[in-house]
């Protein structure tokens, strides 16, 4: 494999023979940084059927004068036939593939992650100790493995999250410590509902009580006020859009709050 120092740019190779897929790929390799970028170009190349020239860029020097000499202000980049084609994400629209959009938008993809994660385990736990599959306890183990996961993501970034939730919950907004021991509380919860027996007359109460105030929160911040937020339910910074969802995670810990007393 030829470094970028020992030949040309880009290599005669790419243009070798009329009708033969070839490119030649110039990424940065350093003992500091591998582009990734790099990495899903190269593969995506040969899962187009490519044979790659795969020339890395072993220093920032080497980098930096690649670029300069062919007025480019990135890496990954791609030649093919002697064209240049430009970095991974033009590498994806010469396939005529989609690129992710880089303006900011919506996605319910982390709740539907963690949901049917958590929907898997409490099933594969029932089926474990139960020999069953479709039980009560499965439902109420969905709860709170949710739960247990919900408050991992908010507690990875404290402060992140409590920005983000205090803009809608009505608590948050007139008492700001509550924005930090939700988290804790929710995993207390779901720790507990999992625990079960003895437990759940201490734990059930408070997944009733933050079921309750987030529920009336979303009702009043999304059907009443008709505002437009992101939820804080993934943690800080998410894109998940607080509506339906939100108010459906509330209602369930509700919900099973309310089950698991009276049962």
């Known amino acids: 494999m030829s470094s970028a120092t020992e030949m040309s740019w880009p290599g005669d190779a790419s243009r070798a023979q009329e009708g033969e897929k070839r490119a030649a790929l110039y990424r940065m390799v350093t003992d500091e940084h591998v582009?990734?970028?790099?990495?899903?170009?190269?593969?995506?190349?040969?899962?187009?059927?490519?044979?790659?020239?795969?020339?890395?860029?072993?220093?920032?020097?080497?980098?930096d004068r690649f670029k300069r000499e062919h007025g480019v202000e990135t890496t990954p980049q791609v030649f093919i036939g002697g064209e240049r084609?430009?970095?991974?994400?033009?590498?994806?629209?010469?396939?005529?593939?989609?690129?992710?959009?880089?303006?900011?938008?919506?996605?319910?993809?982390?709740?539907?992650?963690?949901?049917?994660?958590?929907?898997?385990?409490?099933?594969?736990?029932?089926?474990?100790?139960?020999?069953?599959?479709?039980?009560?306890?499965?439902?109420?183990?969905?709860?709170?493995?949710?739960?247990?996961?919900?408050?991992?993501?908010?507690?990875?970034?404290?402060r992140s999250f409590s920005n983000q939730f205090i803009t809608y919950d009505l608590l948050g907004r007139r008492w700001v410590p509550y924005a930090y021991v939700y988290p804790f509380a929710e995993a207390i919860a779901g720790v507990g509902m999992i625990a079960g027996g003895a437990l759940v007359p201490f734990v059930a109460p408070v997944a009733l009580f933050i079921g309750t105030v987030g529920a009336v929160s979303v009702i009043k911040a999304v059907y009443?006020?008709?505002?437009?937020?992101?939820?804080?339910?993934?943690?800080?910074?998410?894109?998940?859009?607080?509506?339906?969802?939100?108010?459906t995670e509330n209602l369930m810990m509700v919900a099973m709050a309310v089950w698991m007393l009276a049962r």
Do not use: N
């Open 35 to 63: 582009c990734p970028f790099g990495i899903k170009a190269k593969d995506l190349l040969r899962r187009k059927g490519y044979e790659v020239e795969d020339h890395p860029l072993e220093s920032r020097e080497e980098t």
């Open 85 to 158: 084609i430009g970095g991974y994400e033009a590498l994806r629209r010469h396939f005529d593939m989609s690129v992710p959009s880089e303006e900011e938008g919506t996605t319910y993809q982390p709740v539907i992650a963690t949901f049917a994660t958590t929907a898997l385990m409490a099933l594969a736990t029932t089926w474990a100790f139960m020999g069953e599959v479709l039980t009560m306890r499965a439902l109420e183990l969905f709860v709170a493995f949710s739960m247990c996961a919900l408050a991992i993501f908010k507690l990875r970034d404290l």
């Open 224 to 247: 009443v006020e008709k505002r437009e937020l992101k939820c804080a339910c993934v943690g800080g910074d998410s894109d998940v859009p607080l509506g339906f969802i939100s108010l």
